[in-house]
């Protein structure tokens, strides 16, 4: 930085400080340019948070943007088609689900248009006017400020008696002068571009209604159908159902292999516990009339 420069930078500097802390007046702005300058910062603002909550409404999650499941009529979707393929055709259910699932994937792809007519038509317009127009502006009031704090800095030295000679006053005052025009304009400029901007929210309705209109018509025509599938259901007589049994499936059963090894059928375990029992009895009384027959 040349000498020149360095030596305004601290000039600047020191106003600054004397202004904050010495109490030293600077000049001051009337209230025309104050507003301006309070509606320009509410406007950097705005872009900057209309910007963020635009990109969150149109994509909660963009890093799943390049999938379909990426917008939850898509999730909806793919379960929907999914487990309606698996029941299969014979189905009346199952063809539901296929037909609400690919309705829902229109409505999907209904959100991705929107999602690109929203990008292209009203934030890019919003970056632009960020990095373009309130970049200038700023610019301006920035190098205004500093211009300001170097006017008064060389006319307070100037009234102490320092060498600071007229012409660099009116140098100083020149440069005030033109930052105060070009920030002036500037603000102005932007503060009354209402038509761009409110043309831009028009847009920004615009695709909203058009993507809840195509979606109220995919809608309608889904109930049409449901609606259909359901008196389908309703009409299908119902075939007489008979729990098959263990014979009909040609399953071995404990029993048949019994009858097959000429044995009884069947036979419980409390019905040959009785047996048991009455083996042991029938011995029992065997016994005793041959130890009688032996006394006699």
Same mark, same amino acid.
């Given at each position: 930085?040349? #000498?020149?420069?360095?030596?305004?930078?601290?000039?600047?500097?020191? /106003?600054?400080?004397?202004? !904050?802390?010495?109490?030293?007046? $600077?000049? !001051? @702005?009337?209230?025309?340019?104050?507003?301006?300058?309070?509606?320009?910062?509410?406007?950097?603002?705005?872009?900057?948070? @209309?910007?963020?909550?635009?990109?969150?409404? @149109?994509?909660?999650?963009?890093?799943?943007?390049?999938?379909?499941?990426?917008?939850?009529?898509?999730?909806?979707?793919?379960?929907?088609?999914?487990?309606?393929?698996?029941?299969?055709?014979?189905?009346?259910?199952?063809?539901?689900?296929?037909?609400?699932?690919?309705?829902?994937?229109?409505?999907?792809?209904?959100?991705?248009? @929107?999602?690109?007519?929203?990008?292209?038509?009203?934030?890019?317009?919003?970056?632009?006017?960020?990095?373009?127009?309130? !970049?200038?502006?700023?610019?301006?009031?920035?190098?205004?400020? $500093?211009?300001?704090?170097? #006017?008064?800095?060389?006319?307070?030295?100037?009234?102490?008696?320092?060498?600071?000679?007229?012409?660099?006053?009116? $140098?100083?005052?020149?440069?005030?002068?033109?930052?105060?025009?070009?920030?002036?304009?500037?603000?102005?400029?932007?503060?009354?571009?209402?038509?761009? /901007?409110?043309?831009?929210?028009?847009?920004?309705?615009?695709?909203?209604?058009?993507?809840?209109?195509?979606?109220?018509?995919?809608?309608?025509?889904?109930?049409?159908?449901? *609606?259909?599938?359901?008196?389908?259901?309703?009409?299908?007589?119902?075939?007489?159902?008979?729990?098959?049994?263990?014979?009909?499936?040609?399953?071995?059963?404990?029993?048949?292999?019994?009858?097959?090894?000429?044995?009884?059928?069947?036979?419980?375990?409390? $019905?040959?516990?009785?047996?048991?029992?009455?083996?042991?009895?029938?011995?029992?009384?065997?016994?005793?009339?041959?130890?009688?027959?032996? *006394? *006699?």
């Amino acid at each position: 930085m040349a #000498f020149a420069g360095l030596k305004k930078q601290i000039n600047k500097a020191n /106003q600054y400080v004397t202004e !904050k802390m010495g109490g030293a007046e $600077g000049t !001051k @702005l009337d209230l025309d340019f104050m507003e301006m300058e309070r509606k320009t910062d509410v406007t950097v603002e705005l872009v900057e948070e @209309l910007q963020a909550k635009t990109k969150e409404y @149109l994509q909660p999650n963009p890093t799943a943007r390049a999938k379909m499941a990426a917008v939850k009529e898509g999730i909806l979707a793919d379960c929907m088609l999914t487990y309606g393929k698996k029941l299969g055709e014979d189905s009346i259910f199952a063809n539901a689900l296929v037909e609400m699932g690919d309705s829902l994937k229109q409505m999907a792809d209904v959100k991705y248009s @929107l999602d690109d007519n929203i990008k292209q038509n009203f934030l890019e317009p919003l970056h632009q006017l960020q990095t373009k127009d309130l !970049k200038e502006v700023m610019h301006h009031r920035k190098k205004l400020q $500093g211009r300001r704090l170097d #006017f008064d800095c060389k006319k307070r030295r100037q009234a102490k008696g320092s060498q600071i000679t007229d012409e660099e006053v009116r $140098g100083a005052e020149e440069k005030f002068a033109e930052s105060l025009q070009l920030a002036q304009v500037g603000m102005y400029n932007l503060l009354e571009n209402d038509v761009e /901007q409110v043309s831009q929210l028009v847009t920004f309705a615009e695709g909203l209604l058009d993507f809840h209109q195509q979606c109220a018509d995919i809608l309608r025509v889904l109930v049409e159908v449901l *609606n259909e599938k359901r008196e389908e259901a309703a009409a299908r007589p119902k075939s007489e159902f008979v729990p098959k049994t263990l014979a009909d499936l040609n399953i071995e059963t404990l029993g048949s292999q019994d009858g097959m090894n000429g044995g009884t059928p069947f036979l419980s375990s409390r $019905g040959r516990l009785k047996n048991s029992h009455h083996h042991m009895y029938s011995s029992q009384q065997n016994l005793s009339t041959h130890n009688n027959n032996n *006394n *006699n």
